[in-house]
């Protein structure tokens, strides 16, 4: 089967074995991948993954010990666990310690013609999602993610810093809670998309920095941290969004002074992003930029590089 | 009078005119003054401080509006406010965005023989405390700051990193509220104080990498945080006291993994600490290294700077 594989520092498209499936897991047909940013943070060298890429997919199992799911279009919780540790017995696997995550740590990913993944992990597609709509489903619960973690006032200033992909669903899941979240961002057709959502937002260059008491970095660059920083309030809380493969020089001083609490935030649940994707809550198909088939993987790449795009999905032609 | 200054990067005794007090203003003849981390920071630049240095102190009230103050024996809050914005009006000056800080930012310190502060700043040193021990309110204070910003569970396992002047006080603050904690630290005899006080610690060349749900970083160093990082518990929090004046560079990525919760840390409330100090819950006289009177003081920063050393004062013979 074809593969979109990150090996001896680049990408390329191989020919590789349909992944056999061990019991408990499904053989899963890809549909739709999605390219994330921490698939270009990878590039640079994040987690020092190599293998298959991807972990934002939709697919169609194609078998599985649980008859119910053969045929079902589905979508996956990235992470596995190893199913004896507390994280794992409490119902979160994000946090197994000795996890593995979908094309991101020692478990071949989602850009592929096949992929294996446990039935404990997938979620069924309701009918009124679509499959390009569906691969969505993994960044929109990392954006829930900021909901469990931090508890957001109704009447609460958000100041959200990042217009890219994750940003935009970011703004957008906050915007569906019905939060007031500000959004500053460099990009002015990136901004047109959230104006278009009635969500307020601004450019960099017209944002005079003032502080809110709630900060959402979301940039994917180094610098952001530090602007996030500076943005909030005294015992504010800023939320960090940017996972970035650099090193980051910065003085901490201000965290300390401001008491400043800086969270930390992932991956999210998948139940919250489907259903919010069923009801219409979350609008996701003005951020595809590029559909490629998986043969021109490589242009997808490229063009997911490019400031000005947004999502880029792959085509496995399923 | 004399005053110990920092002018031109360089430390000197000055003579230097009696601060005149405003209205409100108490006049404070000054017993005896600390060396606190963050006034070695101000050496290295922190914070672009110039002026007489300081903000630990015990004196008396020589001149006040309230005749009740004069003649009484105080400690006094290192932050003062402006009285108008919504911190301060809400009675935490600490956060005021046009405050002045003692000895730290815009406002002449405490290693004088004299000093000015308003009288709602100040704290009435009780009968059972001696001057000496009243020295070590602001940085107690700083300690309970802690407990003002974390729930700490009574059977939370809580890991301290550092056993410097900061590291002492927090670990006997933390054990006087009962809570487990176990103090990783560098030096023998300063571990040595923190045993003969029944607190757990453990030299941090024998110390096993371990997580824990709660970590306090005071060691005063940059390569503390990324040490401290390693040691939080996924979903776990991490509390940063020290203040550095370089800057650090190092990855974020592990906190947004882990979904870290990192809270900045300064000043705390003066009235717990000299409860605690009444009450004889928190010994302090084992933390005293040395005393130079007024006239040594450059010895007296030049011991703060050796590496076995904790608390160091000066003596203003008064």
Not at 303 to 318: R, T
């Amino acid at each position: 089967m074809k593969a979109v594989m990150f090996i001896r520092k680049s990408i390329n498209i191989s020919e590789v074995d349909k992944p056999a499936r061990n019991k408990g897991e499904a053989l899963i047909k890809i549909k739709y991948a999605g390219i994330c940013n921490t698939d270009l943070e990878i590039l640079k060298g994040y987690m020092s993954y190599t293998g298959v890429l991807g972990h934002e997919f939709a697919g169609v199992v194609v078998e599985s010990d649980d008859r119910g799911l053969i045929g079902k279009r589905v979508v996956g919780e990235i992470n596995l666990g190893c199913g004896k540790c507390l994280w794992c017995l409490s119902g979160n696997k994000r946090h197994c310690s000795n996890r593995t995550v979908l094309g991101i740590l020692n478990k071949s990913g989602a850009m592929a013609e096949y992929l294996t993944l446990p039935d404990e992990n997938l979620f069924v597609i309701p009918d009124a999602v679509s499959d390009q709509q569906a691969v969505f489903t993994e960044p929109i619960a990392a954006a829930f993610e900021i909901l469990e973690q931090v508890h957001i006032k109704p009447d609460e200033r958000v100041l959200l810093l990042g217009d890219g992909k994750l940003g935009q669903l970011i703004a957008r899941v906050l915007n569906a809670a019905g939060i007031n979240v500000l959004v500053v961002g460099k990009n002015e057709n990136k901004l047109m998309l959230l104006e278009s959502q009635q969500i307020h937002n601004i450019l960099m260059d017209k944002f005079e920095l003032c502080q809110f008491p709630v900060v959402i970095e979301a940039t994917g660059s180094a610098g952001g941290f530090d602007l996030a920083m500076q943005c909030t309030e005294p015992k504010g809380t800023l939320v960090l969004k940017s996972t970035i493969a650099a090193d980051t020089g910065m003085n901490f001083a201000p965290i300390v002074i401001n008491e400043i609490k800086v969270i930390g935030s992932r991956c999210g649940p998948f139940a919250p992003a489907l259903r919010a994707l069923k009801d219409n809550r979350i609008q996701v198909e003005d951020l595809i930029t590029n559909i490629f088939p998986v043969t021109e993987s490589l242009k997808a790449f490229e063009a997911a590089q490019k400031p000005g795009s947004l999502k880029v999905l792959i085509d496995f032609g399923n």
